[in-house]
Nanobody, 116 residues
Framework: QVQLVESGGGLVQPGGSLRLSCTAS????????MGWYRQAPGKQRELVAT???????IYADSVKGRSTISRDYAKGRVYLEMNSLKPEDTAVYYC??????????WGQGTQVTVSS
């Protein structure tokens, strides 16, 4: 089992930046991919950025060029730095981890609100 805890969300002004952190615990040795998703009220959860099982990175078009995902798998951590934040970035951001068996794990989410 893997448990994920996100942190770093909060209220920021448009154009600001945030660095989100996700820490995994439990069977972190089984993790082969970690990434970030977000869900705005009334909308489906969507990919923001992720490392794949082949250690590639995938970014949503909406955040390309202003977001960076990084990792420290030895510590079970993945980070998301978002710059030039826009009101449409407002959402609950969730960390996701995939195990070698294809099981997905989700964190509880951290709220990001971009507003003046």
């Amino acid at each position: 089992q893997v448990q994920l805890v996100e942190s770093g969300g909060g209220l920021v002004q448009p154009g600001g930046s945030l660095r989100l952190s996700c820490t995994a615990s439990g069977s972190i040795f089984s993790i082969n991919a970690m990434g970030w998703y977000r869900q705005a009220p009334g909308k489906q959860r969507e990919l923001v950025a992720t490392f794949t099982t082949r250690n590639n990175t995938i970014y949503a078009d909406s955040v390309k060029g202003r977001s960076t995902i990084s990792r420290d798998y030895a510590k079970g951590r993945v980070y998301l730095e978002m710059n030039s934040l826009k009101p449409e970035d407002t959402a609950v951001y969730y960390c996701k981890a995939n195990s070698e068996l294809g099981v997905g794990y989700w964190g509880q989410g951290t709220q990001v609100t971009v507003s003046s």
